[in-house]
């Protein structure tokens, strides 16, 4: 049986089927909050479909998104790593399926296998190295540049040209007023990359928007298509059917595609997704 989250894909039939024996499907509805700062989460979530942000909140009500995870990961994952309070919360910002499991049969799996745990720490160590990345974006590229590279992050993950989200999401996650918003999206637009109306955004021309994008897409696009390619070292692993996985999954990076639904490959090498052509050669446009 094929499985929608990639990080269930990447493991040998015996650690998946151990994990998914005690999930259960759930449909996650907008906003739906699935851990909140300081506090133990009682479920994770192995993502199918739709994006959760992961979002640091200030005192005084501010809030700015620190990362998503879409279809490749583990929501609940950095709680498996020990007693520190994890101060981000996360909900779920494009409509979303997953397999719920109860976070302590999570950590009892990750405890006693080493494979399972081996890829859960791959997928966190993909997640906190993108976040340092994006750490440095925030405080060093322009809000157009931003905005370009999370629209083209969150298609990866989602393979969809239209991107449900508001005014109010996009502003969070610039940390930026939603009038900022408006006159980055109306330029995106103006130029042809991207058509912008009231809760929606459609993304037009793909490799325009690379182009407008920061080096940081490059950086966080490599990470992400390498996820779960490496062979774990776990001695009692079916290597055969995880190293074929790898290999199949993770090919070479093509941009994706508009929506046939006719079988390929994603944006980043994954399969069982729509394919879209080759990826466009990154070009910086000039700055305004």
């Known amino acids: 049986m094929k499985y929608q989250n990639l990080f269930l894909e990447s493991l040998s039939r015996e650690s998946r089927n151990s994990l998914v024996r005690?999930?259960?499907e759930v449909d996650l509805p907008l906003r739906k909050s699935l851990y909140e700062p300081g506090i133990a989460p009682m479920y994770a979530y192995f993502m199918t479909s739709g994006i959760a942000s992961v979002v640091a909140m200030m005192e005084n009500g501010g809030m700015a998104e620190v990362g998503l995870i879409g279809r490749e990961g583990v929501v609940g994952s950095f709680h498996l790593l020990g007693p520190a309070k994890v101060s981000t919360s996360c909900f779920i910002q494009l409509e979303a399926t997953a397999l719920r499991i109860r976070f302590a049969d999570l950590m009892n799996c990750f405890r006693a296998n080493e494979e399972i745990r081996e890829r859960l720490l791959e997928f966190v160590q993909e997640q906190a190295v993108s976040l340092s990345q994006l750490a440095g974006c925030n405080r060093l590229h322009?809000?157009?540049e931003r905005l370009a590279r999370?629209?083209?992050m969150a298609q990866d993950r989602t393979q969809t040209d239209t991107l449900n989200f508001t005014q109010e999401f996009l502003a969070m996650m610039l940390g930026s007023r939603r009038t900022t918003v408006t006159l980055i999206a109306g330029v995106l637009q103006r130029e042809g990359l991207i058509k912008y109306q009231r809760?929606?955004?459609?993304i037009i021309d793909r490799a325009a928007l690379e182009a407008a994008s920061c080096d940081c897409y490059q950086i966080t696009k490599e990470l992400y298509a390498s996820?779960?390619?490496h062979p774990v070292l776990a001695g009692e692993v079916d290597m055969e059917a995880s190293g074929a996985l790898a290999?199949?999954?993770m090919a070479k990076v093509v941009a994706p595609a508009g929506g046939n639904g006719a079988g390929g490959t994603d944006t980043?090498?994954?399969?069982?997704?729509?394919g879209r052509g080759a990826a466009a050669k990154k070009t910086k446009t000039p700055k305004r």
């Open 247 to 249: 290999g199949e999954k």
């Open 199 to 202: 809760g929606k955004v459609k």
């Open 227 to 229: 996820l779960y390619s």
């Open 150 to 152: 999370w629209l083209l």
């Open 268 to 274: 980043l090498g994954h399969k069982d997704f729509v």
């Open 142 to 144: 322009d809000n157009e």
């Open 22 to 24: 005690l999930c259960v």
